[in-house]
């Protein structure tokens, strides 16, 4: 029987915090902790939710990660935060002070990806559909795009791209408002923060770990579905099919979960000699 998803996470929330040793914070960026864009164009994150970061980062106990499909140097620019690790490209790679990860055999699709981003900036004729090529991945974002075009849209994207999708050459997802084109290899966000954690876990073996997940769509779900075993998934915004257990009633709603972790999390903590894993 499917779980009731709850707005009600303040009293879990500071309690999981306080018991675990360590808490790793991992956040997707559109949508979460910042707005949706509309378009090409990029929305600002809110002051608070600047502050909180910046001081949550601060905190020894802990890790703090934001995961986008956006690449890693988009990222660095519009956080710069020395100590955070940057999950960029839907999880494909992974860069932070303790782990170094670049999927070697979903860069090997680069060429499929590009190619799939090129034939639907050439054969889509819709307005406002902006194709954006990543390297790694690649997407489709129709947030302009009127209602009664999407259906059409979607369609023709996955009629054009087809071949590639049966090849195996490439995998399509649904995201909010966007198609996400990535390769067709077994990962995904949940993967990509198992290893983050278990990297954590390795560093620190004496010390009970809690993973706080917050994302906002479907690509997030493989994320959540793992942080139910091992901490507390969040959603942005109520949804029938979810392995979330709680969820956000908006996206300016991520300033209270910051302040909670803010305020619950240990201020001291004995700190191991640490070492970057390279994978």
Known sequence: MPHKLTNNYTTETRSRIKKAHRTVLVCDYDGTLVPLPQGAEDTHMAETVHDHILKISEIPSV??????????????????????????NHGFEIQGPDVNFHHSIAD???????????????????????????????????????????????????????????DRQIRIEEGRRTLEITPAVDWDRGKAVKMLVQNYRA?????????????????????????????????????????????????????????????????????????????
Do not use: W
Request: some cysteine; proline content about 4%; charged content about 30%.
């Open 108 to 166: 090997k699709c680069r060429d499929a990806i590009h190619s799939a981003a090129s034939t639907l900036r050439i054969q889509l004729r819709i307005d406002r559909v902006v194709i954006e090529d990543r390297g790694m991945t690649a997407s489709v974002n129709y947030r302009e795009v009127m209602e009664s075009q999407v259906s059409s849209l979607l369609a023709k994207c996955r009629n054009l791209l087809a071949s590639a999708v049966r």
């Open 203 to 279: 560093i620190y073996p004496d010390q009970e770990i809690l993973l706080l997940y917050v994302g906002d769509d479907a690509m997030d779900e493989p994320a959540f579905k793992y942080a139910r075993q091992v901490g507390i998934p969040y959603r942005v915004t109520q949804t029938k099919e979810t392995d979330a257990i709680y969820y956000l009633k908006m996206q300016t709603e991520i300033s209270r979960v910051l302040k909670i972790v803010r305020e619950s999390a240990h201020k001291k903590t004995p700190e191991p000699a640490r070492e970057t894993v390279v994978l």
């Open 63 to 88: 890790d703090f990660a934001v995961i986008s499909g956006r690449t890693h140097l988009d990222l660095r620019e519009k956080l710069n935060l020395p100590g955070c690790h940057l999950i960029s």
